[in-house]
């Protein structure tokens, strides 16, 4: 059986940053919106995943 992942990425300065595989739609889209309001953070692919990353464990917590 194989399970569905919702794949979120955004594009920064003609590039594509992924920002994850998801379970859910709605964590997928949360991601997206994080990064989003992130975006002004950007300096390299690199830490503005990282970033991104400890927005959204910071999201899963405070969802739960």
């Given at each position: ?14 590039r ?23 975006i002004?953070?950007?300096?390299n692919?690199?830490?503005f ?16």
């Amino acid at each position: 059986e194989q399970t569905k992942k919702w794949r979120s990425r955004i594009y920064i300065n003609k590039r594509i940053v992924h920002l994850g595989l998801f379970e859910e739609e709605k964590d997928a889209l949360k991601a997206y919106e994080i990064a989003n309001k992130e975006i002004e953070n950007f300096e390299n692919t690199k830490q503005f995943r990282t970033l991104i990353k400890q927005k959204i464990k910071h999201y899963d917590k405070a969802k739960h």
